[in-house]
């Protein structure tokens, strides 16, 4: 049941980046005919498209990675697939932990001494053992959730950094001088607006 899953999900990200991909090419031949730049005396603008943000963080929500993907930034993908797999690996291997010692536990009350860790555990002690898998169970959880958000959050702010203007306009430069008169140097910042 597990394989089907794995090869559900396998085709399904390979039919969207499939999908990307066509959808990369259409834009390019659509950029031949019409440009996505503004012309003006020598100043070339991006054209913003003010839905990228939303969409990249949309598809982040659906799949995560999918907004990074959307956004050109297939580096991250491998990131944040192992940052919540690895929140979903701590998540079952507690999970799994907490449920061995509360079966134990259960076992006991019903007067069996059969269980595995007879002789090795106390009563006490197996309650004890469940509140800590199950706190780390919770904090296991948590963090999954978050570093989801952070994904989220990522491929949102990733795509609204991707129109923010960087040209020769605007920029703000570090300079040093030396000045010969006075046998000094000056460090400063210079900062340059061009309309």
């Given amino acids: 049941m597990t394989n089907k ?10 039919s969207v ?5 066509q959808q990369e090419k259409d834009s390019t031949s659509i950029a031949k005919d019409k440009s996505p730049f503004i012309i003006s005396d020598t100043l070339i603008k991006k054209e913003i498209d003010p839905l990228r943000p939303s969409k990249a963080a949309f598809y982040s929500a659906i799949l995560p990675g999918l907004g990074q993907a959307y956004n050109k930034r297939y580096w991250k993908i491998p ?13 079952t291997r507690n999970d799994k932990q907490f449920d061995r010692y509360r079966d134990a536990y259960k076992r ?13 555990i106390s009563d ?5 053992a469940q509140e800590q898998f199950r706190r780390n169970k919770e904090m296991s959880a948590l963090i999954t959730l978050g570093l989801y958000a952070l994904n ?12 923010f203007n960087v040209d020769e306009n605007l920029s703000l430069s570090p300079h040093y001088q030396y000045n010969e008169l006075e046998n000094s140097s ?3 910042l210079t900062l340059n607006f061009k309309f």
């Fill in 186 to 188: 000056d460090l400063g």
């Fill in 124 to 128: 006490d002690g197996l309650i004890r």
């Fill in 5 to 14: 899953c794995f090869y559900t999900l396998v085709f399904c990200l390979f």
């Fill in 17 to 21: 980046c499939l999908s990307f991909s």
């Fill in 152 to 163: 989220i959050l990522d491929a949102n702010i990733d795509a609204h950094l991707l129109q």
């Fill in 108 to 120: 006991r009350l019903a007067g069996y001494t059969d269980d595995e860790f007879y002789g090795l």
């Fill in 79 to 91: 990131i944040v697939w192992g940052a919540i797999g690895t929140g979903i690996y701590f998540y």
